[in-house]
């Protein structure tokens, strides 16, 4: 039983931020945490107007 083993490169699956490191299991989770967190304009923010104009 290797329960507090060390895990080798092989063992360790998953994506990492590459801005704040944070490290998730799933490559779709990474991206989104990058669009949310990282990205300049606010990629989680409707527009205030969805048809364009003023």
Do not use: I, T, W
């Not at 994506?15 to 300049?40: G, W």
């Amino acid at each position: 039983m290797d329960l507090f083993r060390r895990k080798n490169k092989e063992d360790q699956k998953g994506f990492k931020c590459e801005y704040c490191n944070l490290k998730f299991d799933d490559k779709d989770r990474m991206k989104r945490h990058v669009r949310k967190a990282h990205s300049e304009k606010g990629g989680d923010m409707p527009s205030s107007n969805p048809f364009g104009g003023f």
